[in-house]
């Protein structure tokens, strides 16, 4: 059996365990709860069909994806060039390690009502928020990226009088592209766990809105539904960062 069949193989695998363990779980709960019943696998796949063919999650996915897809550009606009500077000088990375770990530990959530207060309601503080929890991963590895380039080819450069534009473009961004991916891909994943509490509050669409919603209507197996769909999309997500990472680093 090739690498592949058999990575392939054991995902299912694991795949199968969750699935039973969730069904076990349910089944336990329904004992002293009857409603649990709908949160087992076969009525959360039923509802996420119905859902899909009937397309009343396409705007609430669209809305979600938009809102990742922006909180993550801003992330890698203020994320990358923070990294380059900070992996280039010692006097910034001293400067800014502190402050910076500190903001870091920070959980985003927390400044939620500062920012409603500053912002209003809307998408404007989501995406704040988003950039925030995915900004730190990204300078991090960025900032690492910078410091393990071969200082060979920066005296490369140098000696063939190679302008800061052409280090920048011709050196530097071709080999920390690799960290800024996987800093990437680590933000995708904390910008889809801050998305969901993100958007309860103070928007009507989006898959975080969407489960609020099916918790007022009790339509639990559609909130499960919605789980499972934000669980696909991230997986989606991180896949595809993956790939590229690996097509870039071979």
Not at 110 to 135: E, R, T
Not at 151 to 164: D, E, K, P, V, Y
Not at 207 to 234: K, P
Request: proline letters at 4%; charged letters at 10%; hydrophobic letters at 60%.
């Amino acid at each position: 059996m090739s690498a592949s069949l058999k990575n392939s193989a054991l995902s299912a695998a694991g795949l199968i365990i969750l699935l039973i363990a969730w069904q076990a779980g349910t089944l336990l709960l329904a004992q002293k709860m009857p409603l649990a019943n709908m949160l087992a696998p076969l009525p959360t796949f039923q509802s996420l069909w119905d859902l899909l063919i009937s397309n009343q999650l396409t705007g609430h996915m669209i809305a979600s994806l938009k809102r990742v897809a922006v909180g993550l550009l801003w992330a890698l606009a203020f994320g990358v060039p923070l990294g380059l500077l900070i992996g280039q000088s010692t006097l910034v990375e001293k400067l800014t390690g502190t402050s910076f770990q500190f903001l870091r530990m920070i959980s985003p959530l927390s400044w939620m009502p500062v920012v409603v207060m500053l912002l209003g309601i809307g998408d404007a503080p989501i995406y704040f928020l988003l950039a925030f929890a995915a900004v730190w991963p990204i300078l991090l590895n960025t900032a690492t990226g910078v410091k393990s380039i071969d200082r060979q080819w920066l005296q490369l450069g140098h000696s063939l009088a190679a302008t800061r534009r052409e280090m920048l473009f011709k050196i530097m961004l071709p080999a920390v592209f690799g960290h800024i991916l996987t800093g990437l891909r680590l933000a995708i994943g904390v910008v889809w766990i801050v998305l969901v509490p993100c958007e309860m509050l103070g928007v009507n669409e989006g898959l975080g809105y969407f489960i609020l919603d099916t918790r007022d209507r009790l339509a639990y197996s559609e909130l499960m539904a919605a789980i499972v769909l934000i669980g696909a999309l991230g997986w989606l997500l991180d896949a595809a960062t993956r790939k590229l990472h690996a097509r870039w680093v071979h």
